[in-house]
């Protein structure tokens, strides 16, 4: 079983960066594919990015260019750094995992960027 939290949201207004941390229980944490998801009112929850446990990276391609993930095996967490951000990127963001068959979510953290 796997606890996920993230933190790291706020308010910033467009042009701005934010860093985002998911702190993940557990001893199985390298050998899990870390996703990132976000959620904007009123439509689907999107992927946003991934990590795989050699350190490989996916992106959608919405946030390609802007955005970077990356994973400290050490600490147990997995990072989302958003650079000129968008209004549009505006939502909940949620770490993810899957580990023996069960999806893993952490509770979000709002991420909002004025204009």
């Known amino acids: 079983q796997v606890q996920l939290v993230e933190s790291g949201g706020g308010l910033v207004q467009a042009w701005g960066s934010l860093r985002l941390s998911c702190a993940a229980s557990?001893?199985?944490?390298?050998?899990?594919?870390m996703r990132w998801y976000r959620r904007a009112p009123g439509k689907q929850r999107e992927l946003v990015a991934f990590i795989g446990s050699g350190g490989s990276a996916s992106y959608a391609d919405s946030v390609k260019g802007r955005f970077t993930i990356s994973r400290d095996n050490a600490k147990n967490t997995v990072y989302l750094q958003m650079n000129s951000l968008k209004p549009e990127d505006t939502g909940v963001y949620y770490c993810n995992t899957v580990q023996d068959y069960r999806n893993y979510w952490g509770q979000g953290t709002q991420v909002t960027v004025s204009s």
């Open positions: 557990g001893s199985n944490f390298s050998k899990n594919v």
